[in-house]
Structures are given as structure tokens and as C-alpha cells.
């Protein structure tokens, strides 16, 4: 008989997401824990595993009833062994076989998919993209997560290293990224790379009503800060924003001119800068995507928010379990 349920997890820096999903993408339940990144790998997959127990219980639901599980992870991975090669959120996970580990603790089969690719599959299946076949799902976190959908399946590439957009090179001898190499779109554009790219101009002296927040608490500035002053017309900040849909706009016009895609999903924390952001990234895009001229291009928010990579792991787990 085909099981009608899946669990899909979004494992992340901060959080674990674990959900309850049916086959047509619905969240029967859902339950978030913190990760704790700084423990052992070992140790975060047993308090996973003890979430997705809690859960099961709570929806009363026997773990024979579920078909398998789907795992959104972050770094970078190899799908085939269900192996977490390195991940700068998670300094553990060093070549952990996070797939094995997770099945002998819960006794149900596990999928891996990275989680970036999850919130695109998760989007694609019920959320903005449904009935697109070409798009780009795009997460502006504390790193840029993107996912592409290309002939309405996921891309993984030959090694399960496509679609990272965000280690993409911007500037050649640019600021440092997080993967180790210099210049990475992500260094500008995430949130990190906003508040860094504020440091910086603060230090060089200019002007901001950022400024006293900056001397005296340098480590509480946020992009969301960032953004609350541009709002109130800090000068400093708006260009920063501007600058930042700029540098987006370069990225996204030269993937359109690459893949000719139809939607590009724009979430996360900094896509909440709305116009402030996506003027200058449309702007940018029609100036340099050859599509624009012929063909409108879609830059859309998400619609599931934070569950699109739960839904999307879960989607990853179905497909698995009917081949
Ligand atoms: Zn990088």
C-alpha cells in the first residue's frame, strides 16, 4: 500500500524544522527545536531523532504509517552516500554520514537533499512556482541559498554540486566568504554581507544615523537595523541597498541569459527590504537579461516562507519512495 505521509526536516544553523506531510504537501504537524551547532554531529542527529519521535506521538501516528524521511541540509553534500561533506553552518559536520546515522536511529529510510534545493522543490511542487518549469528559488538568509528547478525537476549537477549561485565570483579579489574563497556573490548580498559591507563604509567615516549604534553595540547590527534606517531615510543605508540590488541584479541577469529562466523566487530575511531592494535588482535585470526585452520576468516572493524546505524534503521523500 502507498503511505500517504513522509517526514521532511529542514536542518539548520539555528533551527531544526521537523513536519508531518501528506502526499499532496499539507502540514499535518510541525515542531521546531534549536539546532545547536556548536554540539557534535552525533549528538544533533539524536535530538533530531528524539524530535521526530515527540512528533509522531503528538500526531498519534505509528512509525509504520510513514513512508520515509526527506533531509534538507546545508553545505555541501553527496546525495548518493547521504554524506554532509562540509558546511560552514554546521562545524561539525566534517564527511558525516548523516543519512545512516539517521536511519539506524529512527528505523525509517532517509533521503538527503540539500536545503536550499528542498525550498526550491518545495515551492515548485505547492507553492510560487507551481506549473513553472524553469525558475530559480533564491533564500537571502545569513548566507544566499538557491536552488534551481530546469525542465521541472531539480538540478543537482554531476556531483551534487549545482546551483550554488552564492559562491559565484562578483568581485575577484572581493571581501572573504564563508566557503574560503574571496569575492562570492553571498559575501555582498546575504544579510552577513550587508552588515559587513555597513562596517566597512562606518569605519571609512561616513556619515549614518547608524553610526552611534555602531560605536557602541557593533555587534548587534542587524540587516533588519540596516533596513529600519533606510526606512527612515539614512542615506548610508539606502545606498547600501541599492548597491545590493545592483550586485544581485548582475548575478540574476547573467543566470537569465545562461538558463532562460521563467520565475526567479526571491525569500528570506533581506527580500523583507521589498522596493528597497527589488527596484534596483529589477532595474538591473531589464538593462542586462537579454529575455527582458522579449519576455516579462517574474521575480515573485515565496509562498510557503519558512516550510518550503520541510515541504520540499518531504516532496524529495515521495518521489523517492514511488521511484
Ligand atoms: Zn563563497
Known sequence: MHKELAIGIDLGGTNIRIALIDSSGKIKGIRKQLTHAELEMAQILENMADGIIQLLNEQKVKTEDVTSIGLGA????????????FSPNLPSAKETPLVNILKRLTNLPVYLENDANAAAIGEHWVGAGQGVDNLLCITLGTGLGSG????????????????????????????????????????????????????????????????????????????????????????????????????????????????????????????????????PTIQGIERRAIRAKYYPIKIVQPKLGDHAGIIGAAKTAFDHDTG
Open 74 to 85: 546545508p553545505g555541501f553534500l553527496s546525495l548518493g552516500s547521504g554524506v554532509i561533506r
Open 148 to 279: 534551481f528547478v530546469l525542465n521541472g525537476k531539480v538540478w543537482h549537477g554531476s556531483n551534487d554540486l549545482a546551483g550554488e549561485l552564492g559562491h559565484t565570483t562578483l568581485f575577484p579579489e572581493g571581501l572573504p566568504c564563508n566557503c574560503g574563497r574571496k569575492g562570492c556573490l553571498e559575501a555582498y548580498v546575504s544579510a552577513t554581507g550587508i552588515v559587513n559591507r555597513i562596517q566597512i563604509a562606518l569605519k571609512e567615516g561616513r556619515e549614518s544615523s547608524l553610526k552611534n549604534l555602531f560605536e557602541k553595540q557593533e555587534e548587534s547590527l542587524t540587516s533588519l537595523i540596516v533596513y529600519e534606517h533606510a526606512e527612515r531615510g539614512d542615506r548610508l543605508a539606502r545606498e547600501i541597498f541599492e548597491e545590493t540590488g545592483r550586485y544581485l541584479a548582475i548575478s540574476l541577469a547573467n543566470v537569465l541569459n545562461l538558463l532562460d529562466l521563467e520565475m526567479i523566487i526571491i525569500g528570506g530575511q533581506v527580500s523583507k527590504a521589498g522596493d528597497l531592494l527589488l527596484r
